[in-house]
Nanobody
């Protein structure tokens, strides 16, 4: 079982930056980090979409086309981060941290095993 806790959401002006963090705890503990972790987002009236994800050691990294060059995903064992730069008002959404201990292929259709509660990011124009 994995529990995920996000932080770092809030209000930011268009063009600004925000860094999200996610702490993962796993019971029982394992001597290795979670295989895959990522960030999804969902805006009101829109479908949930995968923003960025990566596997331990960086073997796979995925970015949605809309955020390439602006967002950076990183992790330190079971801590996950998303540095968001050049934010746009249409990127206002609830951002969810996700995790998967299965050996998965990351992509837009990746269905993670575990989800956090989400953190709201609001980008003002």
């Amino acid at each position: 079982q994995v529990q995920l806790t996000e932080s770092g959401g809030g209000l930011v002006q268009a063009g600004g930056s925000r860094r999200l963090s996610c702490a993962a705890s796993r019971r029982p503990e394992r001597p290795y980090s979670i295989y895959a972790m990522g960030w999804f987002r969902q805006a009101p009236g829109k479908e949930r979409e995968l923003v960025a994800a990566m596997t331990r050691g960086g073997g796979q990294t995925y970015y949605a086309d809309s955020v390439k060059g602006r967002f950076i995903i990183s992790r330190d064992n079971n801590m996950l981060y998303l540095q968001m730069n050049g934010l746009k008002p249409e990127e206002s959404a609830v951002y969810y941290c996700t995790a998967d201990d299965r050996t998965v292929i990351l992509g837009a259709n990746w269905p993670p095993e575990y989800w956090g509660q989400g953190t709201q990011v609001t980008v003002s124009s």
